[in-house]
């Protein structure tokens, strides 16, 4: 189950959330291969120390239950923003507040002001569908993506919005009877969502559809083994590039691509030191859930080695690099704050 029981206790019902960290750990395949590939730090080469700061997940491994934090870009003032159980953090444009997944409340959003740390809770808009809400926000912060199940009929799944503010406005974006469709960022214009989807609990491929349910799109080449944990998709501040995450084979790491939102082929970001090589041999990490910096100069990404994940940022050409985070603990899941 992609969804995470213990945060909404929907264990009847195999639903699919962003990358927590727990899940990176636990990819088809990757599981053992992941945390056996290395146990030492790889050589980092020196990147220019971008401003701002990323939200991110920490799984302690004592309780198997996942923190949301915020970190500097420098690697300095980590900071504690939501005590967990929580999953797949997400900054609003504006930078007021995170979404998140969390509580097992019955609500289907859930803010946090990062000014404060309250919590902001969104009620369910139709009781005839379970909603999963935060995965992407609109660029003018009024609207949340959701992942969306019919209660009762299956024909209603699909990717649904919301208001931020109230829940209001349902609007429907995709439809996938019996499946799963999960977003990922809108563009910078607002006018497409980019978005990954599974059929019978295999992601079948990433696609790109406007935010009226028309013109849809194929993006990834059927055949590319995509990331099975969910991500959908970082979509490039210019709008030119996509972010994705494959593997070139069944037997080797995870990989970030990059894509054209308006078609051609994936080209593997060659990250140093190297991601997505044989899971088999020594000194290859698995890489993941990128997130583009506002100006799009810098791309934060999830590494796993050894028994640890952590955040490390690179530019787009993937020839430098800088370590965030040095915990005992998992890190994962990185978003990168806006700018004013």
């Not at 639903?15 to 727990?22: D, E, F, M, P, R």
């Not at 198997?64 to 005590?83: C, K, P």
């Not at 009620?123 to 005839?128: A, K, L, T």
């Not at 990433?206 to 028309?214: I, M």
């Amino acid at each position: 189950m992609r969804f995470a029981a213990r945060l909404e206790q929907a264990a009847s019902r195999a639903v699919l959330v962003l990358v927590a960290v727990s899940s990176l750990l636990a990819c088809s395949g990757d599981d053992a291969d992941e945390r056996s590939a290395q146990s030492d730090s790889p050589t980092t080469s020196a990147a220019p120390t971008p401003s701002g700061q990323v939200v991110f997940e920490r799984l302690d491994p004592a309780s198997d239950e996942a923190d949301i934090y915020t970190v500097d870009l420098g690697g300095s003032n980590e900071r504690e923003l939501f005590h967990g159980p929580a999953q797949g953090p997400r900054w609003s444009p504006d930078g007021t507040e995170v979404s998140l997944f969390c509580c097992d409340d019955g609500m289907v959003a859930h803010f946090i002001d990062v000014a404060t740390g309250e919590l902001r809770t969104v009620p369910s808009p139709d009781p005839n569908l379970e909603l999963f809400c935060g995965f992407s926000w609109s660029p003018d912060s009024e609207r949340v993506t959701c992942e969306g199940f019919g209660v009762d009929d299956p024909d209603r799944n699909g990717i649904y919005s919301i208001r931020a503010a109230d829940g209001g406005a349902l609007t429907r974006i995709t439809s996938i009877p019996g499946g799963d469709d999960i977003a990922g960022d809108y563009s910078p214009d607002g006018s497409r969502l980019v978005f990954v989807r599974f059929q019978d609990d295999l992601p079948v491929g990433l696609f790109v559809v406007n935010v009226d349910g028309s013109g849809l799109r194929r993006l990834t080449p059927r055949g590319m083994i995509l990331d099975d944990s969910g991500f959908a998709g970082s979509w490039s501040p210019n709008g030119n590039t996509i972010l994705i995450v494959a593997r070139t084979g069944e037997a080797d790491h995870k990989a970030i691509w990059t894509m054209d939102p308006d078609g051609g082929p994936p080209e593997q970001l060659a990250i140093t030191p190297t991601c997505g090589g044989p899971s088999s041999a020594p000194g290859e990490f698995g890489c993941y859930s990128p997130s583009w910096s506002p100006d799009g100069g810098q791309i934060a990404f999830t590494r796993i080695r050894g028994e640890r994940s952590d955040i490390y940022v690179t530019d787009p050409d993937g020839d430098t690099e800088k370590q965030l985070t040095f915990s005992t603990g998992q890190n994962g899941g990185p978003v990168w704050q806006p700018t004013d």
